[in-house]
């Protein structure tokens, strides 16, 4: 693996300045248009054969080696989100109200470094190795499913993902079977009351004081209907009802989001959310409209691959330590590839190195140490290249080291 690493190695500038590019020219989800021509034509002028408007804005590159061997996707997100840069940088987002709050332009740079150096040694390889650049993972539906049904996963064996984990120190690798990240759901309850003046609430069905105590009684349904044994989250984002100080609302609007691991207790909320909002809705005379929009399902893991994956991060340059984590409520629709095919999904820490620069994801100042994409990107490589090797020992049996 040396020489891989050492080519690597010899590319990081290169990866740190096409990551600031990226920083400094963000796109919102479904609207990466000039980013998905920037991927496309890093492979063209290299000479990868690529696809391009995949499931969408999706590019697919692929790299054929010299000797049969299985196929291997790695996938990484390109869109920003909807935040102010308010970072002191020089690489500081240009576009007004947008900006890589979550390390996606980092997450392009190494899988297209890692790209580059494969293609270099691709005599010497074995097998297929699918880079996949997926669109629109910050907001539902999301790109990887509908590249998925554009084929982005065809003949793919295995598919290895990483991402950038800016409250985690840079070195250290988090892996877990199973279970890693949450899904992701979103609902809306209008609740219908009689407006009035505020002098005569005795006239009125007054939906401010129905929602809030709908919101204290939606807290109840985690702590006292589903099983104490399982993770869920009820949380309310938005509580609207726009009025002068003198008008008793007619309507006011919630929003919130739901995470689960189990589909049985996802299923449950969903019926849970309805009745609780029915019964206070009939309690205060007024009524109700109610939305629930099912979001990414949770990122499943494959024990095989899971174990494959930490235990080859061990011996990559860069990495101090590989720990199993416990699972986030974060969401991600990376779990679509995973119902596919196995692989796993893993984290990357990469806490900038001065405290005073570490900001949570999707936060205004967030950034990331740069050289975690390094190690990214050879936990990647070397994940690919030993995967291939590992299944020519021992056919289709486990997958471990």
Not at 87 to 100: E, F, L
Not at 224 to 251: H, M, Q, T, W, Y
Not at 324 to 331: I, L, Y
Request: with cysteine; hydrophobic share 40%; proline share 4%.
């Amino acid at each position: 693996m040396d020489k891989f690493y050492r080519a690597l190695d010899n590319y990081f500038n290169d990866m740190v300045q096409m990551r600031r590019y990226l920083h400094m020219h963000p796109e919102l989800s479904f609207q990466e248009y000039n980013t998905a021509k920037y991927i496309a034509n890093f492979y063209k002028n290299i000479g990868i054969d690529v696809r391009t408007n995949v499931g969408g804005n999706g590019v697919v590159a692929k790299i054929k080696g010299a000797k049969p061997g299985k196929t291997v996707a790695l996938r990484a997100d390109f869109d920003a989100l909807p935040i102010q840069d308010e970072k002191d940088v020089p690489y500081k987002s240009t576009v007004p109200g947008v900006m890589h709050a979550c390390g996606h332009d980092g997450h392009t740079a190494t899988l297209l470094h890692v790209a580059k150096v494969l293609f270099e040694h691709k005599e010497e390889l074995s097998g297929e190795y699918i880079m996949i650049h997926q669109h629109a993972e910050e907001y539902a539906p999301g790109g990887a499913k509908s590249m998925i049904e554009d084929g982005c996963l065809e003949n793919v064996d295995v598919i290895f993902g990483t991402h950038l984990w800016a409250t985690e120190p840079t070195g250290k690798i988090l892996y877990r079977s199973g279970p890693v990240m949450a899904a992701a759901d979103r609902f809306k309850i209008t609740i219908l009351g009689k407006g009035g003046h505020g002098a005569h609430p005795n006239m009125t069905k007054d939906a401010i004081v129905t929602a809030a105590q709908l919101v204290v009684q939606l807290q109840q349904i985690v702590s006292r209907r589903v099983d104490p044994l399982e993770s869920a989250v009820v949380s309310i984002g938005r509580f609207s009802a726009e009025n002068a100080f003198n008008v008793i609302a007619d309507k006011a609007e919630l929003e919130g989001t739901v995470r689960t691991f189990s589909e049985e207790v996802r299923s449950q909320i969903e019926k849970e959310i309805e009745q609780v909002t029915k019964g206070v809705v009939l309690t205060n005379g007024s009524s109700y409209e109610y939305e629930f929009s099912r979001g990414y399902p949770a990122v499943v893991n494959h024990e095989e691959e899971t174990k494959f994956l930490a235990d080859i991060a061990k011996d990559v340059p860069g990495v101090e330590e590989v720990v199993e984590t416990a699972p986030s409520m974060g969401g991600e629709d990376f779990a679509y590839y995973l119902q596919h095919v196995k692989g796993t999904f893993f984290f990357t820490g990469a806490k900038p190195i001065k405290e005073e620069n570490a900001f949570p994801h999707h936060h205004p100042k967030f950034d990331i140490d740069e050289r975690a994409m390094l190690i990214a990107a050879k936990t990647l490589l070397r994940a690919s290249l030993q995967y291939q090797e590992v299944s020519k020992r021992r056919g289709d049996e486990k997958i471990t080291v």
